[in-house]
């Protein structure tokens, strides 16, 4: 069996992505692969017998500007991390590097750690970073692809990250470095959860011959379906504008179905106050949930919501619905409608469509058998198409390829 190092900014369920990760080394793990995490320190994160040379988190927001500029560079290209990672790598002598979310934190620097020994790297993209510095594809709320050719540049011209001319500067540079300074060509696959990213990318000029399409998954052993059980509609995610919240809290002001919102996020003050000047008592927040809250609120509910109006990659929140018998009803953009079967497994709807997202709420919701109907068809097609063992085994096969 390989001996393969798993890079990512979090050693933590910090989100989507960490899941994924985390899932990937339980898999394999199990399978007889040794396995090495690598992350930045945390509090939070899991223990690790190399969690001595994990670089220190760096938050780049709460820095006074006399610092800003040497965190800046580290954002771009961390010297100090990639020593770090050297360390780990001359010490484990592993056969394989799979990386995560390693932009921002970690960096690109540890690429270079990895090449310099001969080692094999594999990267998995969660979101669109490659092809948008500030990695959503989003101006101002509005779908924006300008750079999706190389024309960084526009992402310090819009201000696109955070608003914030600094961090949107700095994202610019860090996606000129990485392209002109040739980050990228060590980098065997580059694995992605969803066609429509793959697509995406394959545009800004990563060769396709690199880009693997290898869709998320979910161990179905760890779920109980339970079909047609209708307490409340579910929406489970961040706070944010471009997940659509405001479009569904319009939608249910005219569909007043219970509404359960889990997540947290910079939109939240102002959701509830949306909530509460039009006296939507059917709608309640329930804040950041984990472990066994979210799985009791994943398991009765109704269905699942993902209003998004921005391109969504593979959200793991559809699958996990799936696997508990749970259709859903989600926009029409980005990866969603790869896995979101028009009423076979739940319902598209145009994003940013008030009046759509609430003819589908009030369907699924009165439609009891449709519902049940659709939730048995849900958790087939994520056994079919999406379980542990498929994943692993092409993992596997991805690792064996690269290695001999």
């Given at each position: 069996?390989?001996?393969?190092?798993?890079?990512?900014?979090?050693?933590?369920?910090?989100?989507?992505?960490?899941?994924?990760?985390?899932?990937?080394?339980?898999?394999?793990?199990?399978?007889?692969?040794?396995?090495?995490?690598?992350?930045?320190?945390?509090?939070?994160?899991?223990?690790?017998?190399?969690?001595?040379?994990?670089?220190?988190?760096?938050?780049?927001?709460?820095?006074?500007?006399?610092?800003?500029?040497?965190?800046?560079?580290?954002?771009?290209?961390?010297?100090?991390?990639?020593?770090?990672?050297?360390?780990?790598?001359?010490?484990?002598?592993?056969?394989?590097?799979?990386?995560?979310?390693?932009?921002?934190?970690?960096?690109?620097?540890?690429?270079?750690?990895?090449?310099?020994?001969?080692?094999?790297?594999?990267?998995?993209?969660?979101?669109?970073?490659?092809?948008?510095?500030?990695?959503?594809?989003?101006?101002?709320?509005?779908?924006?692809?300008?750079?999706?050719?190389?024309?960084?540049?526009?992402?310090?011209?819009?201000?696109?990250?955070?608003?914030?001319?600094?961090?949107?500067?700095?994202?610019?540079?860090?996606?000129?470095?990485?392209?002109?300074?040739?980050?990228?060509?060590?980098?065997?696959?580059?694995?992605?959860?969803?066609?429509?990213?793959?697509?995406?990318?394959?545009?800004?000029?990563?060769?396709?011959?690199?880009?693997?399409?290898?869709?998320?998954?979910?161990?179905?052993?760890?779920?109980?379906?339970?079909?047609?059980?209708?307490?409340?509609?579910?929406?489970?995610?961040?706070?944010?504008?471009?997940?659509?919240?405001?479009?569904?809290?319009?939608?249910?002001?005219?569909?007043?179905?219970p509404l359960r919102i889990a997540g947290t996020g910079p939109l939240e003050a102002l959701c509830k106050g949306y909530v509460e000047r039009s006296g939507m008592q059917h709608v309640t927040f329930?804040?950041?949930?984990?472990?066994?809250?979210?799985?009791?609120?994943?398991?009765?509910a109704a269905f699942l919501i993902i209003p998004s109006e921005s391109y969504e990659n593979a959200p793991m929140s559809i699958l996990e619905a799936y696997a508990y018998g749970k259709p859903v009803?989600?926009?029409?953009?980005?990866?969603?409608?790869?896995?979101?079967?028009?009423?076979?497994?739940?319902?598209?709807?145009?994003?940013?469509?008030?009046?759509?997202?609430?003819?589908?709420?009030?369907?699924?919701?009165?439609?009891?058998?449709?519902?049940?109907?659709?939730?048995?068809?849900?958790?087939?097609?994520?056994?079919?198409?999406?379980?542990?063992?498929?994943?692993?085994?092409?993992?596997?096969?991805?690792?064996?390829?690269?290695?001999?």
């Amino acid at each position: 069996m390989s001996r393969i190092v798993f890079a990512n900014n979090y050693y933590y369920p910090r989100g989507g992505s960490e899941r994924v990760m985390l899932d990937e080394m339980r898999w394999l793990g199990a399978r007889g692969h040794d396995i090495i995490p690598f992350a930045r320190q945390h509090e939070r994160n899991q223990p690790s017998p190399f969690g001595e040379f994990f670089p220190p988190m760096v938050d780049f927001g709460e820095l006074g500007y006399i610092h800003k500029p040497r965190a800046a560079l580290d954002i771009i290209y961390s010297r100090s991390t990639k020593a770090s990672f050297a360390a780990v790598l001359d010490q484990c002598r592993c056969d394989m590097v799979h990386g995560h979310n390693i932009y921002g934190g970690l960096t690109y620097s540890i690429i270079d750690a990895a090449r310099e020994r001969s080692i094999p790297f594999v990267l998995t993209l969660h979101d669109l970073k490659l092809a948008c510095p500030s990695y959503l594809m989003l101006n101002r709320g509005a779908i924006c692809e300008r750079c999706g050719r190389g024309a960084f540049w526009n992402c310090a011209l819009q201000r696109c990250h955070k608003d914030s001319m600094l961090a949107s500067l700095v994202n610019m540079v860090e996606a000129y470095f990485n392209k002109t300074s040739g980050k990228y060509d060590w980098i065997s696959s580059f694995l992605c959860p969803s066609q429509f990213l793959l697509d995406k990318i394959a545009v800004s000029g990563v060769p396709r011959t690199k880009l693997v399409h290898l869709p998320n998954a979910v161990n179905t052993r760890d779920y109980q379906p339970s079909f047609g059980k209708n307490d409340y509609a579910l929406y489970a995610g961040r706070l944010s504008r471009e997940k659509g919240l405001l479009t569904l809290l319009e939608a249910s002001k005219d569909v007043p179905i219970p509404l359960r919102i889990a997540g947290t996020g910079p939109l939240e003050a102002l959701c509830k106050g949306y909530v509460e000047r039009s006296g939507m008592q059917h709608v309640t927040f329930e804040g950041y949930c984990h472990g066994d809250q979210l799985k009791d609120l994943f398991r009765n509910a109704a269905f699942l919501i993902i209003p998004s109006e921005s391109y969504e990659n593979a959200p793991m929140s559809i699958l996990e619905a799936y696997a508990y018998g749970k259709p859903v009803i989600g926009s029409d953009l980005g990866g969603t409608p790869e896995l979101v079967s028009n009423n076979q497994t739940g319902m598209l709807v145009p994003a940013g469509d008030v009046r759509a997202l609430a003819e589908a709420m009030a369907t699924l919701w009165h439609n009891h058998k449709l519902l049940e109907d659709m939730g048995r068809a849900a958790r087939a097609r994520v056994e079919a198409d999406f379980s542990s063992e498929r994943h692993a085994d092409r993992l596997s096969e991805i690792y064996r390829n690269l290695i001999h």
